[in-house]
């Protein structure tokens, strides 16, 4: 489990990952693809879970011979990886990936202005020592970024992003065939630190998401469940939370 809290008004916001169980600390409490099932009021969080518990050769033999050969093709290129994890990880390193995050919306024509957000929420999970950065470099210059929320057990995958146009000499199959790598690496390198599942951080089944998700299964993970949901514990935090739900109400009008 992975908890991270902060104070906003007095009241505590409490983040949790992965909880066994009710937390029972009083504030506003965001659960986070909880591995128990509450009474009410939640949703399902459908992903696909890798058991890196496994050898090695079973992990790449589950991938996709497509994907394999991919692989391959990636190491025949000299792809170079790197993987930080929150002790490695200094203010630059989050600076940089933050930069390259908006880029790769902003070549898919998205204005990101979240970046300042995102900062803050990588810092706080650095500190909590609960964060990794990976990265592929084509040429040596950064093609693909991978960052994930670390548990004791499980190794998250929290945002991917690619950009195709590092350098018009690097061709964008190439691009993808290092986003595949890097997930090899990934993989294998979270189950040298004793880690036993790699979450592939959703698969949703939406159009707007479906070849992310056929990406995703290609790498034969199995499907899971999880539950996200928020709850108010204690006094003032359960009348902040019936105010932000009226609030909520009006707005909805």
């Not at 996709?64 to 790197?82: C, F, H, L, P, W």
């Not at 998401?209 to 469940?225: D, R």
Request: with cysteine; glycine share 6%; proline share 2%.
């Amino acid at each position: 489990m992975i908890k991270t809290s902060t104070k906003v008004h007095g009241i505590s916001m409490i983040e949790v990952w992965y909880a066994d169980e009710p937390i029972k600390e009083d504030g506003i409490i965001n659960y986070r693809q909880a591995r128990f099932c509450p009474k009410k009021k939640y949703t399902t969080f459908e992903t696909l879970i890798t058991d890196l518990t496994q050898e090695e050769e079973e992990i790449i033999a589950k991938i996709s011979k497509n994907g394999r050969y991919e692989i391959r093709r990636a190491q025949k290129e000299d792809v170079k990886t790197v993987i930080k994890t929150a002790k490695e990880i200094t203010e630059e390193d989050i600076h940089e990936f933050v930069h390259f995050f908006t880029e790769f919306w902003a070549s898919k024509g998205v204005i990101y202005t979240e970046g300042n957000r995102l900062e803050k929420e990588i810092k706080r999970y650095v500190e909590e020592d609960c964060f990794a950065i990976t990265i592929a470099l084509i040429v040596d210059k950064p093609c693909v970024y991978h960052t994930y929320i670390l548990e004791e057990k499980t190794a998250r995958l929290y945002q991917s992003a690619s950009l195709y146009r590092v350098e018009e000499e690097i061709p964008k199959s190439l691009v993808g065939m290092a986003n595949r790598f890097l997930h090899k690496e990934d993989m294998l390198t979270f189950k040298k630190m004793g880690i036993r599942q790699y979450d592939w951080g959703g698969a949703g089944t939406g159009k707007e998401v479906a070849s992310i998700t056929e990406f995703k299964k290609s790498f034969g993970g199995s499907p899971a469940v999880f539950y996200d949901f928020t709850r108010a514990n204690g006094r003032k935090a359960k009348v902040i939370d019936v105010l932000s739900a009226l609030k909520h109400f009006g707005k909805s009008k």
